[in-house]
Protein backbone atom coordinates (compact mmCIF):
# COMPACT_ATOMS: atom_id res chain seq x y z
CA UNK A 1 0.00 0.00 0.00
CA UNK A 2 1.24 3.49 -1.02
CA UNK A 3 2.81 5.32 2.09
CA UNK A 4 3.75 9.00 2.80
CA UNK A 5 7.02 9.18 3.54
CA UNK A 6 9.20 11.76 5.88
CA UNK A 7 12.72 12.28 6.50
CA UNK A 8 14.70 12.97 8.53
CA UNK A 9 13.18 11.14 11.56
CA UNK A 10 14.76 12.60 13.89
CA UNK A 11 15.88 16.49 13.35
CA UNK A 12 18.47 18.39 15.97
CA UNK A 13 19.19 21.85 15.51
CA UNK A 14 20.13 24.60 17.51
CA UNK A 15 17.57 27.42 18.46
CA UNK A 16 17.73 30.37 16.00
CA UNK A 17 18.33 27.69 13.32
CA UNK A 18 16.74 27.07 10.20
CA UNK A 19 15.09 23.87 9.84
CA UNK A 20 13.38 22.01 6.46
CA UNK A 21 11.29 18.69 7.24
CA UNK A 22 10.74 16.92 3.86
CA UNK A 23 7.87 14.69 3.05
CA UNK A 24 6.87 12.50 0.20
CA UNK A 25 2.87 12.52 -0.22
CA UNK A 26 1.28 9.60 -2.02
CA UNK A 27 1.81 9.91 -5.41
CA UNK A 28 -1.90 10.22 -6.92
CA UNK A 29 -3.29 12.60 -4.21
CA UNK A 30 -4.02 16.81 -4.32
CA UNK A 31 -4.28 17.62 -0.62
CA UNK A 32 -1.37 17.98 1.51
CA UNK A 33 -1.27 18.72 5.27
CA UNK A 34 1.03 19.00 8.26
CA UNK A 35 0.46 19.14 11.80
CA UNK A 36 2.44 19.02 14.73
CA UNK A 37 2.16 17.12 18.15
CA UNK A 38 3.92 18.59 21.04
CA UNK A 39 5.09 15.69 23.45
CA UNK A 40 2.34 14.38 25.67
CA UNK A 41 -0.02 16.90 23.58
CA UNK A 42 -2.93 16.52 20.76
CA UNK A 43 -1.98 16.95 17.51
CA UNK A 44 -2.41 20.40 16.28
CA UNK A 45 -3.24 21.68 12.56
CA UNK A 46 -0.73 23.60 10.63
CA UNK A 47 -1.48 24.38 7.25
CA UNK A 48 -3.21 22.62 3.92
CA UNK A 49 -1.72 23.09 0.49
CA UNK A 50 -3.80 22.57 -2.78
CA UNK A 51 -3.02 23.19 -6.11
CA UNK A 52 0.23 24.87 -5.17
CA UNK A 53 -0.62 27.31 -2.75
CA UNK A 54 -1.92 27.38 1.13
CA UNK A 55 -5.52 26.15 1.25
CA UNK A 56 -5.85 26.78 5.12
CA UNK A 57 -3.81 27.56 8.24
CA UNK A 58 -3.74 27.46 11.82
CA UNK A 59 -3.01 30.25 13.94
CA UNK A 60 -0.14 28.48 14.62
CA UNK A 61 1.31 29.05 11.41
CA UNK A 62 2.67 32.14 11.25
CA UNK A 63 5.48 34.36 9.52
CA UNK A 64 7.92 31.74 10.99
CA UNK A 65 6.81 29.22 8.59
CA UNK A 66 6.31 27.66 5.09
CA UNK A 67 5.38 25.54 2.85
CA UNK A 68 6.35 24.39 -0.65
CA UNK A 69 6.11 21.92 -3.06
CA UNK A 70 9.36 22.10 -4.59
CA UNK A 71 8.96 19.92 -7.56
CA UNK A 72 6.44 16.88 -8.62
CA UNK A 73 6.80 14.76 -5.49
CA UNK A 74 8.44 16.88 -2.25
CA UNK A 75 6.19 18.45 0.25
CA UNK A 76 8.27 20.55 2.72
CA UNK A 77 8.09 22.33 5.81
CA UNK A 78 10.66 24.97 6.62
CA UNK A 79 10.63 27.14 9.88
CA UNK A 80 12.99 29.67 10.34
CA UNK A 81 14.72 31.12 13.31
CA UNK A 82 13.55 27.89 15.47
CA UNK A 83 12.84 28.31 18.96
CA UNK A 84 12.76 25.59 22.34
CA UNK A 85 8.99 25.51 21.63
CA UNK A 86 9.09 23.99 18.21
CA UNK A 87 10.45 21.08 19.98
CA UNK A 88 7.36 18.07 18.51
CA UNK A 89 6.42 16.09 16.36
CA UNK A 90 5.79 16.73 12.65
CA UNK A 91 3.18 14.82 11.02
CA UNK A 92 2.93 15.47 7.03
CA UNK A 93 -0.72 13.49 5.63
CA UNK A 94 -1.89 13.57 2.27
CA UNK A 95 -5.38 12.91 0.92
CA UNK A 96 -6.68 12.26 -1.88
CA UNK A 97 -9.62 14.53 -0.97
CA UNK A 98 -12.32 16.29 -3.44
CA UNK A 99 -14.70 18.14 -4.26
CA UNK A 100 -17.06 15.27 -3.74
CA UNK A 101 -15.20 13.12 -1.64
CA UNK A 102 -14.80 15.38 1.87
CA UNK A 103 -14.35 12.08 3.84
CA UNK A 104 -11.44 11.06 2.60
CA UNK A 105 -9.08 10.17 4.91
CA UNK A 106 -5.09 11.62 5.47
CA UNK A 107 -2.82 8.89 5.06
CA UNK A 108 -0.20 10.19 7.95
CA UNK A 109 3.65 9.83 8.03
CA UNK A 110 5.56 8.30 10.59
CA UNK A 111 6.55 11.90 11.62
CA UNK A 112 9.62 13.80 11.96
CA UNK A 113 10.53 14.47 15.45
CA UNK A 114 12.76 18.38 16.12
CA UNK A 115 14.37 18.62 19.15
CA UNK A 116 15.46 22.46 19.54
CA UNK A 117 18.66 23.21 21.68
CA UNK B 1 -14.41 26.91 16.08
CA UNK B 2 -15.01 23.05 16.92
CA UNK B 3 -13.27 21.14 20.03
CA UNK B 4 -12.87 17.86 20.66
CA UNK B 5 -12.83 16.29 23.99
CA UNK B 6 -11.62 12.70 24.89
CA UNK B 7 -12.32 12.52 29.24
CA UNK B 8 -10.20 9.83 29.19
CA UNK B 9 -6.76 9.90 28.92
CA UNK B 10 -5.62 5.86 30.32
CA UNK B 11 -7.85 2.89 29.65
CA UNK B 12 -7.17 -0.73 29.85
CA UNK B 13 -8.36 -3.90 28.91
CA UNK B 14 -7.85 -7.33 29.22
CA UNK B 15 -6.65 -8.92 25.99
CA UNK B 16 -9.83 -10.21 24.21
CA UNK B 17 -12.21 -8.22 26.25
CA UNK B 18 -14.38 -4.92 24.67
CA UNK B 19 -13.42 -1.36 25.88
CA UNK B 20 -15.27 1.59 24.84
CA UNK B 21 -13.28 5.09 23.96
CA UNK B 22 -15.17 8.41 24.47
CA UNK B 23 -15.00 11.43 22.40
CA UNK B 24 -17.52 14.13 22.54
CA UNK B 25 -17.00 17.54 20.44
CA UNK B 26 -18.62 20.94 19.87
CA UNK B 27 -19.76 21.88 16.81
CA UNK B 28 -22.01 24.36 15.06
CA UNK B 29 -21.88 23.00 11.73
CA UNK B 30 -24.74 20.24 10.73
CA UNK B 31 -22.30 18.79 8.54
CA UNK B 32 -18.82 17.20 9.02
CA UNK B 33 -16.85 14.19 9.25
CA UNK B 34 -15.35 11.81 12.52
CA UNK B 35 -12.68 10.53 12.48
CA UNK B 36 -10.47 7.90 15.26
CA UNK B 37 -6.94 7.69 14.53
CA UNK B 38 -4.38 5.34 15.72
CA UNK B 39 -1.38 5.76 17.02
CA UNK B 40 1.26 3.22 17.84
CA UNK B 41 4.73 3.64 19.27
CA UNK B 42 5.92 3.53 15.78
CA UNK B 43 4.04 6.49 15.99
CA UNK B 44 2.44 6.71 12.50
CA UNK B 45 -1.10 7.80 12.49
CA UNK B 46 -3.53 5.35 11.33
CA UNK B 47 -6.81 5.66 10.17
CA UNK B 48 -9.08 3.18 12.49
CA UNK B 49 -12.85 4.19 11.03
CA UNK B 50 -14.46 7.17 10.12
CA UNK B 51 -17.98 8.34 10.29
CA UNK B 52 -20.08 10.56 7.92
CA UNK B 53 -22.38 13.27 10.61
CA UNK B 54 -25.67 12.95 7.53
CA UNK B 55 -25.18 9.03 8.08
CA UNK B 56 -27.81 7.80 10.77
CA UNK B 57 -26.02 4.10 11.03
CA UNK B 58 -22.87 3.80 12.74
CA UNK B 59 -19.55 2.87 11.19
CA UNK B 60 -18.15 -0.42 11.91
CA UNK B 61 -14.74 -1.87 10.49
CA UNK B 62 -14.02 -5.54 11.66
CA UNK B 63 -13.48 -5.07 15.28
CA UNK B 64 -13.80 -1.29 15.64
CA UNK B 65 -17.34 0.47 15.59
CA UNK B 66 -18.64 3.45 16.72
CA UNK B 67 -21.63 4.91 18.63
CA UNK B 68 -22.41 8.28 17.04
CA UNK B 69 -24.87 10.11 18.86
CA UNK B 70 -25.34 13.39 16.65
CA UNK B 71 -27.56 15.10 19.16
CA UNK B 72 -25.58 14.31 22.01
CA UNK B 73 -22.41 15.50 20.12
CA UNK B 74 -20.72 11.91 21.04
CA UNK B 75 -18.88 9.19 19.19
CA UNK B 76 -17.54 6.50 20.77
CA UNK B 77 -15.38 3.77 19.42
CA UNK B 78 -16.12 0.20 20.56
CA UNK B 79 -12.59 -2.31 20.12
CA UNK B 80 -14.55 -6.06 20.27
CA UNK B 81 -11.79 -9.18 21.15
CA UNK B 82 -9.20 -6.53 22.14
CA UNK B 83 -5.75 -7.61 20.37
CA UNK B 84 -1.83 -6.93 22.10
CA UNK B 85 -1.40 -4.81 18.73
CA UNK B 86 -4.37 -2.51 19.53
CA UNK B 87 -2.12 -0.57 22.16
CA UNK B 88 -1.50 2.80 21.21
CA UNK B 89 -3.24 6.21 21.50
CA UNK B 90 -6.09 6.64 20.36
CA UNK B 91 -7.44 9.97 18.63
CA UNK B 92 -10.76 10.98 18.09
CA UNK B 93 -10.61 13.77 15.00
CA UNK B 94 -13.16 16.10 13.57
CA UNK B 95 -13.65 17.22 10.01
CA UNK B 96 -15.53 20.25 8.34
CA UNK B 97 -17.55 19.55 5.69
CA UNK B 98 -17.89 22.85 4.26
CA UNK B 99 -15.90 23.32 1.18
CA UNK B 100 -11.83 24.37 1.13
CA UNK B 101 -11.03 27.86 1.86
CA UNK B 102 -14.79 27.82 3.85
CA UNK B 103 -14.12 26.19 7.05
CA UNK B 104 -11.50 24.93 8.82
CA UNK B 105 -9.75 22.08 6.45
CA UNK B 106 -7.53 20.14 8.23
CA UNK B 107 -8.93 17.77 11.64
CA UNK B 108 -9.37 18.85 15.15
CA UNK B 109 -8.06 16.10 17.43
CA UNK B 110 -8.58 15.22 20.85
CA UNK B 111 -5.79 15.07 23.31
CA UNK B 112 -6.06 11.29 22.96
CA UNK B 113 -6.62 7.70 25.18
CA UNK B 114 -3.80 5.88 25.77
CA UNK B 115 -4.71 2.55 25.80
CA UNK B 116 -3.44 -0.24 27.45
CA UNK B 117 -4.05 -3.92 26.38
CA UNK B 118 -3.22 -6.34 29.44
CA UNK B 119 -2.17 -9.77 28.42
Known amino acids: EPEVTQTPSHQVTQMGQEVILRCVPI?????FYWYRQILGQKVEFLVS????????KSEIFDDQFSVERPDGSNFTLKIRSTKLEDSAMYFC???????????????FGNGTRLTVT | AQTVTQSQPEMSVQEAETVTLSCTYDTSESDYYLFWYKQPPSRQMILVIRQEAYKQQNATENRFSVNFQKAAKSFSLKISDSQLGDAAMYFC????????????????FGKGTHLIIQP
Open chain 2, 93 to 108: AYRSASVPGGGADGLT
Open chain 1, 27 to 31: SNHLY
Open chain 1, 93 to 107: ASSHRTLSSYNSPLH
Open chain 1, 49 to 56: FYNNEISE
